[in-house]
């Protein structure tokens, strides 16, 4: 694989934000900036990614691909408006990022949890979508993971997360997570959405397909916002395998887990509030 120079990682919307002028909200976006390409990693949940990428200064026109690492709203939602404010697109996902998707707790309503619009309208609205189960080369030295096998016992996706199968409820294990990767002089950078497949899921199947073992930096959501301290712990024993120099979390990832994550690596430990920027060489 092609290595690529310099990478920026601008977070454009997270749920976090320490700087005047900027919104915070439950939902992640970054712009990915590489050998002149600019991608928009997932679009955050609708009202933040504009306002927000006027405030940081970043322009979005010459955006010239939206990746979206799985369906759920909290990723999906700035779609509509940045469709309309670029114009046409190419969309990069895995096809189940369509699916009906819901959260379901009991004693409570179920309430819908994915992608806002219908792919028929987010077409009309300028998406080309590029929908595809596995791998997807993105350019020289970057590329999309596609579905992540579920290996590990510890990490499992919640019990809420449910689909619908005729009449009745069905676990929703979100079999369209996945990651976007890019290989550079330092080794592997891995940009998550949620990480609904877990982690050390994603990280080890990023190392099988590329043949590589180092992973430079991971940058994203973990979704150990509410796993058990066996969990969490499990996780940062497995990270150990990779090597890993610098690791960005935020979103999903709880408090438990990012003081974990925070003892574990010290000074290359870093939150993602929103205006965060990430140069990598
Ligand atoms: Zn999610
Ligand atoms: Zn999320």
């Known amino acids: 694989m092609t290595e690529i120079g310099s990478v920026t990682i601008t977070v454009l919307v997270e749920n976090t934000t320490e700087r005047r002028g900027l919104l915070a909200e439950h939902g992640f976006a970054v712009l990915v900036e590489a050998r002149g390409r600019k991608i928009l990693f997932d679009t955050g949940a609708g009202r933040a990614l504009l306002p927000n990428a006027e405030a940081l200064g970043v322009d979005l026109a010459s955006v010239s691909a939206v990746v979206l690492s799985h369906g759920h709203y909290d990723h999906t939602g700035g779609l509509k408006a940045f469709l309309e404010a670029h114009g046409p697109v190419d969309v990069y996902a895995h096809p189940d990022v369509f699916r009906e998707r819901y959260s379901v707790k009991a004693g409570e309503e179920p309430r819908s949890t994915g992608i806002p619009w219908k792919r028929r309208e987010l077409e009309s609205w300028g998406a080309r979508f590029n929908l595809e189960r596995t791998m997807v080369m993105l350019g020289p030295g970057m590329f999309l993971t596609g579905a992540i096998p579920r290996l590990t016992e510890y990490e499992k996706t919640p019990e809420e997360f449910k689909t619908r199968s005729g009449s009745s409820w069905e676990r929703d294990i979100v079999p369209d997570d996945q990651a976007l990767v890019i290989h550079t002089a330092r ?14 899921n994603t990280l080890r199947h990023v190392r099988l397909v590329t043949g590589m073992t180092k992973i430079h ?26 090597g890993v120099d610098l690791i960005g979390v935020g979103h999903c990832t709880g408090f438990e887990a990012c003081t974990a994550l925070y003892r574990e690596f010290g000074k290359r430990f870093h939150c993602m509030p929103v205006g965060t920027v990430f140069s990598l060489e």
């Open 187 to 200: 080794g592997l950078v891995v940009l998550l959405g949620c990480a609904h497949a877990g982690l050390i």
């Open 217 to 242: 930096a991971v940058f994203g959501g973990t979704h150990l916002r509410g796993a058990s301290t066996e969990r969490i712990n499990r996780t940062i024993e497995a990270l150990g395998e990779f």
